[in-house]
């Protein structure tokens, strides 16, 4: 036990003293906060109106089709701060006003031959708006229709029938029901794998390195393969956990101090984040990290040179982002059979079993059967790990290959 804590605070030293770990953890830190306050960057290019989230919209109605009803539209919480000219304005001159930032769209209202009537939505650039607002269009549609109502004399009871009050509902055929916001959960989700991937593919870096550095002879030398292989692993992972512990709240603490109210609940809705959900995400990390940093140590002890560790780490690489996009994209049809194999399959639950929780659809039985069918395959993974990882990691000549590795092992049993 002794030997084991030695080999974890040799790892956590190790990793917080590396340049690359302190400069990309901070370049992350950078990157959040920067993130979180583009709609407070945005706002200091822009006026009094954009930044208070108004468009500036000039309709030139010389024909008073509306009748002086237009300056209502400024009352229906559409975004527009509308000003309205029943005077002449030719096209040069809504384009001086546009360029001098005076206003940032104008409608031209302009009564055909025939009697019919075509509206010019005039923008600085075609990239900004590629059609007429759709909310604009009925606002527009709904303020003529009642302007011609009303010249009808109808009784307030017949106007109401005209407008019918439906109640809309939504249901599903599917028995289980889904809960969340989905957008947090992707969130989540990319998250967690960025945490077990890059954390777990440390392991390997790491044991390459004392390879070549001969650190490992004196490490093998005084303590066992296995007390190497568990105290690197739980030391990596011991500051990757720590690591994102620190990214989740920077991001958290950026949110709430930087994104208005109603955008922050909005896009952040955390009301599903709950103790349970947090501790069962703690565990999940620690398991699909185990899993896949014990992979990388075997991976990592096949080779001698850095430059062979991205080759060599290739197929567990593949690996984890099958296991990341199986849970990701099911995610769509969270009650499907194929997300349920992706919550048990242990290559993709560490990814989406928290999130079925997160959903409210994953039962007892399930997460007990994820948890056991992944402890099983960590225990499967480290045996055979540590096993060519005591013959393969004093190997300072070529890397390993499959059929190496496989003889290894096998020699190794006998």
Known sequence: MRDLRTVIAFSIKDMV??????????????????????????SMFTDGSESSG?????????????????PSLNYMELGYNVQVANN????????????????????IIEQKEDGTYTLRYIVENM?????????????????????QISKLGLTQEQIAS?????????????????????????????????????????????????????????????????????GKTIGIGIVGLIQICVIVAVALISANLFLEPELLNAVLDMSMMTPY????????????????????????????????????NTPVAILAVVGFYLSYFTMMNPTSEL??????????????????????IASTSEIILSIVVLVITILIIAQVAIKIYSNAILNYGTRMTFKDIVKVYRDKNN
């Open 17 to 42: 003293k590396r340049k690359s770990f302190i400069i990309s953890t901070l370049i992350i830190l950078v990157l959040i906060v920067i993130g979180f306050n583009i709609p407070n960057i945005m």
């Open 54 to 70: 108004e468009t500036k919209l000039l309709i030139v109605d010389t024909t008073n089709l509306f009748e002086g009803t237009l």
């Open 88 to 107: 002449n304005v030719s096209f040069e001159d809504i384009k001086s006003r546009i360029e001098n930032n005076d206003i940032n769209e104008a409608m």
């Open 127 to 147: 990239t900004q708006v590629a059609s007429v607002p759709e909310d604009l269009i009925n606002a527009m549609n709904t303020l003529y229709t009642n302007l």
């Open 162 to 230: 005209l407008s019918p009050n439906f109640e809309f509902t939504i249901e599903q055929t599917e028995e289980q029901e889904v809960s969340g916001n989905l957008f947090v959960i992707m969130m989540l989700s990319i998250v967690l794998f960025y945490a077990i991937y890059f954390c777990a593919y440390q392991v390997s870096s790491s044991i390459t390195t004392e390879k070549t550095s001969k650190i490992m002879e004196t490490l093998v030398t005084s303590t066992s393969p296995r007390t190497i292989v568990l």
């Open 277 to 312: 959900l947090a501790i069962m995400t703690i565990v999940y990390f620690i398991l699909g990290y185990f899993a896949y940093a014990l992979l990388y140590a075997l991976t990592g002890s096949t080779v001698s040179k850095p430059e062979d560790i991205q080759s060599a």
């Open 339 to 360: 997300n349920q194999f992706a919550a048990i399959f242990p290559i993709s639950s560490p990814f989406c079993m928290p999130f079925r929780i997160m959903m409210g």
